[in-house]
């Protein structure tokens, strides 16, 4: 089995512990004439070739189940092994390192493992977790079409530890003491079906017997509504969503706030202005917070993020537009507040983060908040 040189992300001992399937001895090994860029538009690591400097990394022998699994890891991420020579206690070694298949370009910024570590370790750690279960499952290049979807999944389990609610009259039980004897993913691709055996705290200060439930597992998101408080109107946006469509919905087009999921990296205000710029091709304004909330938590992990945003609407602000890379075709709406009103009592509109908004916005304007 060759050794195997780690000059970037694998530096960081509990991720390399995750993707190798658990502490592997190394050794302190040097590459010369290369440096550790950032590649472009990204925060991984690009090995590029440059004269009189050296790249310090390590060096270990692994076997062939940690081979596979690293293997496996690194296609995740389109990077395959090549041969490469290294120094290792006085000595050339002859090793292989992990460089990009597709061409990967460096820019001219030294990569950094301490400031990787603090902007994307946790991330990419939790990643990980997720990506090491279809070891053995799935092939790399099956992960490789996942890995998107798993870095926004585990985004938001970080950002649902970071964001603990009151618990003033609901139970303050923690996640811990819910005993998981089983789980199970059959399918992750948008995104997951996460399905687990276990016994949860009653209330009555006992367990519950052993069940089975089942979830979506997806992406936090964002809904904004855009709000102009001069004409007083508001823009909407429609689409074709699969959800009523396999519900056997006759209309499967529905009116929403604009929408969209919070990427890696990103806040939830930032995704608001992303998604408003590519569904509708509007700046938004000042951004007011509505609420956060689990739009149907017995069924999907999904938390969304709902704001109103302040906006300028004149007459043929409406288009149609959306995201070709996700083949999203979105028409827009710019009605009055009062029309509004009408359409949540016919029932026309029939979203839930859709309504939530207008109530709030309903009592923001009564209270002369856009005065």
């Not at 001992?13 to 860029?37: K, S």
């Not at 081979?67 to 002859?94: I, K, N």
């Amino acid at each position: 089995m060759p050794d195997l040189f780690l000059f970037g992300t694998l530096l960081d001992a509990p991720l390399r512990e995750l993707v190798a399937g658990g502490a592997v001895a190394t050794r302190p090994a040097v590459l010369d004439d290369h440096a550790v860029h950032r590649a472009e538009g990204a925060d991984f690591p690009a090995l590029v070739a440059q004269p009189g400097t050296r790249v310090e990394g390590l060096l270990l022998t692994p076997d062939a189940t940690q081979m596979a699994r690293l293997h496996f890891y690194e296609e995740g991420f389109g990077f395959a092994p090549e041969p490469v020579t290294v120094m290792a206690e006085g000595q050339r070694v002859e090793a292989i390192v992990y460089r990009p298949r597709d061409g990967v370009t460096a820019s001219d910024t030294p990569w950094d493992l301490a400031a990787w570590q603090e902007g994307w370790g946790a991330l990419t750690r939790r990643a990980a977790r997720e990506s090491m279960g279809y070891f053995g499952q799935i092939d790399g290049a099956t992960l490789r079409e996942r890995v998107s979807t798993i870095f926004v999944r585990a985004d938001a389990a970080l950002r649902a530890e970071g964001e603990p609610v009151p618990c003033t009259l609901r139970a303050g039980t923690h996640r811990d003491a819910v005993q998981l004897d089983d789980r199970r993913v059959p399918y992750a691709k948008f995104f997951a079906v996460d399905e687990s055996d276990l016994k949860h705290p009653l209330y009555d200060g006992g367990m519950s017997r052993q069940v089975t439930r089942a979830a979506f597992n997806m992406a936090d998101a964002v809904t904004v509504l855009p709000y102009d408080p001069v004409r007083d109107r508001v823009m909407l946006v429609e689409q074709f969503r699969f959800g009523p469509y396999a519900r056997g919905d006759l209309r499967p087009y529905v009116l929403e706030p604009i929408a969209g999921r919070i990427d890696p990296g990103e806040t939830p205000e930032r995704t608001a202005r992303r998604e408003a710029e590519e569904e509708a091709r509007l700046a938004l304004g000042p951004l007011h917070f509505v609420a956060r909330f689990y739009p149907s938590p017995g069924a999907t992990t999904e938390y969304l993020y709902s704001y109103v945003a302040e906006a300028d609407l004149p007459d043929g602000v409406q288009t149609i537009a959306g995201s070709d890379a996700e083949d999203e075709d979105i028409r827009t709406h710019v009605i009055t507040f009062a029309r509004l009103l009408e359409l949540m009592k016919s029932g026309e509109v029939d979203t839930a983060p859709l309504f939530a908004t207008v109530l709030w916005l309903e009592r923001a304007r009564a209270a002369g908040r856009f005065a």
